[in-house]
């Protein structure tokens, strides 16, 4: 496009530019992204090839079309690629997404609330925490820590009611 031309398709820009703003909100709702757009347009017919343009309106107007096509593609894709991630990072349950990693708050908390466990268990007397940790931890019955450690199930029973009580008395019921 000759010099006269070029400056002939940036006057149509200037003098259609709320027109085409217009035009482009209509066309994406959002009207910070139709001002990026217009900026784009305005970019483009400065650079434009040299072509001859018989109607620089209809030909402006055609180039914020397939720009507001092309965002909204572009925006469709962000928007699948962007749900695919999140569904391949959360795990649902029913309808909720259910997040597989604990904040960081959860996880510093959990950490002193673990060491606070381990802490209070060594209060207890060897025998005490071991059969209590058989029971909580290892998931054995009574009957089978009985056997185990080679004392009476009561005595096993007393056992685990001193070390939740000591647990209770150290931690509070959370």
């Known amino acids: 496009m000759t010099a006269e031309r070029q400056t002939e398709l940036i006057a149509a820009f200037l003098s259609g530019r709320d027109a085409i703003r217009r035009f482009l909100i209509a066309r994406l709702g959002n009207a910070e992204e139709a001002e990026d757009l217009l900026q784009e347009l305005y970019l483009k017919v400065e650079h434009a090839e040299p072509t001859d343009v018989r109607e620089p309106a209809a030909y402006l107007f055609r180039m914020a079309q397939n720009l507001a096509r092309d965002h909204r593609r572009e925006r469709q894709r962000t928007r699948k690629r962007e749900a695919d991630w999140a569904s391949m990072q959360t795990v649902t349950a029913g309808t909720q997404?259910?997040?597989?990693?604990?904040?960081?708050?959860?996880?510093?908390?959990?950490?002193?609330?673990?060491?606070?466990?381990?802490a209070a268990l060594e209060e207890l007397s060897p025998q005490c925490r071991r059969v209590f940790t058989l029971h909580k931890f290892d998931e054995l019955s009574h009957q089978e820590i009985a056997k185990k450690a080679g004392i009476s199930r009561s005595t096993v029973e007393k056992h685990m009611h001193t070390a939740l009580k000591h647990l209770i008395a150290r931690l509070g019921r959370d």
């Open 97 to 118: 997404a259910v997040a597989d990693a604990p904040s960081a708050e959860s996880a510093i908390a959990a950490r002193q609330r673990l060491a606070a466990i381990r």
